[in-house]
Each structure stands twice: as C-alpha cells, then as structure tokens.
T-cell receptor
C-alpha cells in the first residue's frame, strides 16, 4: 500500500508564478521528508528536505511546508522558471523503516514561458 | 555531483538469463541502495547495504540478490530475468542511514524480452 501519495500526476504553471506541489503520507512514524527533482534519462536530484520537528524549510526559490497533524507536505517554487520543468518526487523516511526512502509516484511540472 | 556511476547504462536481455548491474561510488559512503522506477509506481527500494557484506531487503526484493564486497561497489543480480523486471534501475548512496539525503546515480535501463 502506497504510504506516500502525490495525487496530482501533472501541473502546468506560467513562468514567474508560484508552483505548489502536494504530498500526503499515511505512516505517522515518518520523521524526515525530502523532495527530489528528476529530468528524463537522469537520476533524481535532491532538492530540499525537512525534519518533523520543523514546519517550514526554505532554500532560495524552494520552500517546503510540513503539516504533521494533516500528514501533508507541500513544495512551493517561487518564481517558477522554465528550467524547473521536471518530475518532482516526494519521499519520506523514519527510523522504523531503516531510513529507507518511501517515494510518491511523482508530479510532472511544466513551466510555460 | 556525488561520484556515482552505474554500468551498464542500457541492457537488453532475454527471459531466463542472469543479469548483473553494477553501482560504483567514490564518496566512501557507508550506505548504498538499489531502486527500480516504473510508470505509476515512483521509485521502489529493492535492497540496500549498510556496510561491506551487510545487506537487507527492501519493498520489492523478490527475484533479486545483491552483494557488497567492497565499500565502493554494490552489485544487483537478477538470477533469471523476467519481463516484469524490465525497468529503470537506480543506485543511491548516503553517508548514514539516519536523517540524511540519498544521492542517486544516472540509472540503468533494462529491457527483458
């Protein structure tokens, strides 16, 4: 059963606007969350992470928000750029899974000029 | 970029033949992982290693075996390849198994006919 869910397979945003990618999880033991970006024919690239003791983490144009009570996290990209067009994977881990990463199915983001 | 290479990058084989994929790292990281990526499934963990000769199963380990005789190399073997093992395989590394991001290799595209 999928423990990390990305319910939007795709998202299209205009350049300069905000992109919001969402992720839900079911395992309350997860305590570390990551976002990866993937271009075609390449491996996933680490983007940003957040620990369960925080509710927000920022790195340049990328901000991840964590709502533990709702078991929900989101990635905000502001402003969006055409080079951000890629597949974004949400991942979660916890001590009871040996810190192996549990991935969502990904959301394909298209940023149009 | 983390020093991770995978070989071969592409392989086509026939059902029933053995196949070995190699992951090589130059980062001296303790943890290494094998994932597969399939449409509609995101990335799923096959096996991982937490040290030389120390390995454990992941979510989709059936039909796969691994070996790690040196820190830098992690081998994934399909003893008798099946069409359901057609996939893109990614190797990843991390410094520890705790709260730590994983860095991914470029992937191996395997087709089993």
């Amino acid at each position: 059963d999928q423990q990390v869910k990305q319910n939007s397979p795709s998202l299209s945003v205009q350049e300069g606007r905000i992109s919001i990618l969402n992720c839900d999880y079911t395992n309350s033991m997860f305590d570390y969350f990551l976002w990866y970006k993937k271009y075609p024919a390449e491996g996933p690239t680490f983007l940003i992470s957040i620990s369960s003791i925080k509710d927000k983490n920022e790195d340049g144009r990328f901000t991840v928000f964590l709502n533990k009570s709702a078991k929900h996290l989101s990635l905000h990209i502001v402003p969006s750029q055409p080079g951000d067009s890629a597949v974004y994977f949400c991942a979660a881990s916890g001590v009871n899974s040996g810190y192996a990463l549990n991935f969502g199915k990904g959301t394909s983001l298209l940023v149009t000029p | 970029d983390a020093g991770i290479t995978q070989s071969p990058r592409h392989k086509v084989t026939e059902t029933g033949t053995p196949v070995t994929l190699r992951c090589h790292q130059t980062e001296n990281h303790r943890y290494m992982y094998w994932y597969r990526q399939d449409p509609g499934h995101g990335l799923r963990l096959i096996h991982y290693s937490y040290g030389v000769k120390d390995t454990d199963k992941g979510e989709v380990s059936d039909g796969y075996s691994v070996s790690r005789s040196k820190t830098e190399d992690f081998l994934l073997t399909l003893e008798s390849a099946t069409s359901s093992q057609t996939s893109v395989y990614f190797c990843a590394i991390s410094e520890s198994g705790g709260v730590n991001e994983q860095f991914f290799g470029p992937g191996t595209r395997l087709t089993v006919l």
